[in-house]
């Protein structure tokens, strides 16, 4: 059996074409001619874009005036997301648009969020520059509704950044075209006024946005938000003017599909079903189930720790997440070739609430052991089983199995493709061998020293093609 499992180390050029011909959509032909719809057939494959795909986690961090609030007001409680508020019935909008006059994040410790972020294993992570209330966490030109008229007075945008990237960890910017305090938002233009207003509220946008990138040229992209508006969507020209003068400012920006319609109306995708932006941003608060679902383009998932908050909520309703849950969204994102982001609502002086930093301590220890099946990690080509998720390392023949569930006879199955072949297996914590069994063609179980674990379990495959690696047995296939 030693010789029937040893062999020579190789890409997995069989699997990898599998996996490409699983994510690779058919060619087609447009139907509908477009001068706003999609500039480019298939995913990016320069350096910037490359280096987004391979940090596979991040941190999402929704952070401002609302945080006051918590969700609460006059002894009443919205049930919505903390940060919609100011659109509760209950709220009036007069006494929300004065919060800012409280906001005084004193125990606000930039190091220390970086340092909890980067201990949690996050690679990136996005803040809310600006909500749809329009309030700006950095000091902006064009805005008088922005930090600097708080208690606060400095910019908090700036320190943020620049200790992220100490921590080596990627900065990405929200941005939300809608804006409630400013003069010229218009959800809908329903008349001439509308149209004008709706113009002026375009360079405001225009002017903050490459006042961010300006202001902050270390920052790796943009995460739009607020785009679902017909007055946005409704003028396809401009998001794509847009757009190409942000990437011009700033070369090799990542921008999801948020931002983009073509002028037909269409987001997202555009209306011949290609894909407008970097990557696919319709992943929020829910996942694909196989890798079909996600047509082979580069995609993201943004998720909550409870059922739908992300700014601060003083009450979490619904199911609170534990870290074994958004471990496995996790590498089920990775498993399937794309992102997951993890939202935060720090309170309203900078602090993080108990929950979430148990949370970033408890999901930065599995990825300390373990974090090397998720970065780089990607689509492996194998089919799926009941007891978790296959990742393959980016162009090598290492395959990752995360255990999320046990079977009671402790045997994983594991089917290799066809024409590849086991040539080591071992557990990732320890480097312990383990020794496969041959059930069939291409087909194995393993059994684990130890089956009873409370935290995932990560079993490292090393395969290939060759066929000097090929297995013993003669297996036939059952007459029917």
């Given amino acids: 059996m030693n010789k029937t499992f040893t062999g020579l180390l190789a890409a997995a050029c069989c699997s990898l074409m599998m996996q490409a011909t699983a994510q690779t959509q058919p060619p087609k032909k447009d139907t509908i001619a477009l001068q706003h719809g999609a500039h480019r057939i298939g995913n990016r494959t320069d350096a910037d874009m490359a280096r987004w795909r391979s940090l596979r986690f991040g941190q999402f961090i929704h952070w401002g005036v609302y945080a006051i609030a918590g969700g609460e007001w006059n002894g009443k409680v919205y049930n919505g997301a903390a940060e919609w508020i100011r659109s509760w019935k209950e709220m009036p909008h007069e ?19 970086a340092s909890q972020a980067k201990d949690m294993g996050a690679k990136y992570m996005i803040i809310t520059t600006k909500h749809h209330d329009g309030f700006c966490l950095w000091p902006s030109k064009y805005s008088k509704y922005n930090i600097a008229a708080s208690p606060w007075k400095k910019d908090l945008l700036g320190p943020m950044i620049d200790a992220y990237n100490k921590a080596g960890i990627d900065v990405y910017l929200y941005f939300s075209i809608i804006d409630w305090n400013h003069p010229d938002y218009r959800p809908s233009l329903k008349n001439a006024a509308d149209s004008a207003a709706g113009k002026r509220f375009q360079v405001f946008v225009k002017n903050q946005l490459a006042e961010l990138l300006q202001r902050y040229p270390t920052i790796k992209g943009f ?7 017909a007055s946005w969507k409704n003028d396809g020209a401009f998001t794509d003017e847009l757009e190409q003068y942000l990437q011009s400012i700033h070369p090799g920006l990542v921008m999801g599909s948020r931002l983009r319609a073509d002028e037909k109306g269409a987001r997202h995708f555009d209306s011949n079903g290609r894909l407008m932006g970097d990557y696919e941003q319709g992943w929020e608060r829910k996942l694909p189930e196989k890798i079909e679902d996600v047509h082979g383009n580069d995609w993201e998932a943004v998720m909550t720790v409870p ?29 399937l070739n794309g992102n997951f982001v993890l939202n935060f609502g720090p309170k309203a002086d900078g602090t993080f609430r108990k929950e979430e930093q148990d949370l970033m301590t408890n999901i930065g220890a599995w990825m300390k052991v373990n974090g090397d099946a998720i970065y780089n990690g990607t689509y492996a080509g194998f089919e799926k089983q009941d007891w978790g998720y296959y990742i393959r390392k980016t162009g090598t023949d290492s395959v990752y199995m995360v255990v999320f569930n046990m079977p009671v006879s402790g045997n994983l199955r ?7 072949y086991l040539t080591g297996v071992s557990m990732l914590q320890n480097n312990v061998p383990l020794t496969p069994e041959l059930i069939g063609r291409e087909e194995y179980f393993l059994r684990l020293p ?19 690696n090929k297995e013993g047995g003669n297996f036939e296939k059952a007459k029917t």
Avoid at 310 to 335: F, P, Q, T
Avoid at 414 to 419: C, G, L, Q
Avoid at 450 to 468: A, F, H, R, Y
């Fill in 95 to 113: 006494e929300y648009d004065k919060l800012y006059r409280q906001f005084n994040p004193v125990n606000f410790n930039p190091q220390q969020w």
């Fill in 223 to 229: 995460w739009f938000d607020g785009t679902w508006d």
């Fill in 307 to 335: 059922e739908n908050q992300w700014g601060y909520h003083a009450k979490w309703m619904g199911h609170v997440k534990s870290a074994n849950e958004i471990l496995e969204m996790l590498v089920k994102s990775v498993s």
């Fill in 414 to 420: 594991v089917k290799m493709p066809a024409r590849t």
């Fill in 450 to 468: 130890n089956k009873q674990s409370d935290v995932p379990v990560v079993i490292l495959l090393k395969t290939s093609t060759k066929e000097g």
